[in-house]
């Protein structure tokens, strides 16, 4: 009889737990020869290709009601999945730490977008 995986979400589930099991995953192949930062890259990016295929042609609204479809829903979530692992497949191979990278770039965004100035807005800074 197959072992039960044990129920995973966001809250019980580190980035470092994912990075193992990335790492763990291309290990075991002997896919780190195939995993260098150009090639995860462009993969990360025909995965997300991929992903924008689901939306194409549809309205913004059409596109919030996907959550409602539990199919689409699903195929969006595989398509996610490849970009979240090719993201963190590139991380390993950088060695970079993803919480600090991800925290650098979000004070950055903060002191560029300001909540005040930006609020219901989208684009660039407006010059005045």
């Given at each position: 009889m197959p072992q039960e995986q044990p129920a995973t979400s966001d809250s019980t589930t580190t980035l470092s737990d994912l990075k193992t099991l990335i790492q763990d995953f291309v290990d075991q192949r002997d896919w780190n020869q195939f995993h260098s930062p150009k090639n995860l890259s462009m993969s990360m990016a025909i995965e997300a290709a991929e992903l924008m295929e689901h939306f194409q042609w549809i309205s913004m609204d059409e596109s919030r009601e996907t959550p409602d479809n539990p199919e689409k829903l699903h195929d969006v979530g595989e398509e996610i999945a490849d970009v979240i692992c090719y993201a963190i497949a590139l991380c390993n191979q950088l060695e970079l730490d993803i919480a600090t990278v991800v925290m650098n770039?979000?004070?950055?965004?903060?002191?560029?977008?300001?909540?005040?100035?930006?609020?219901?807005?989208y684009g660039h800074k407006h010059r005045t």
């Open positions: 770039k979000m004070k950055k965004n903060m002191a560029k977008y300001p909540a005040e100035e930006f609020t219901g807005r």
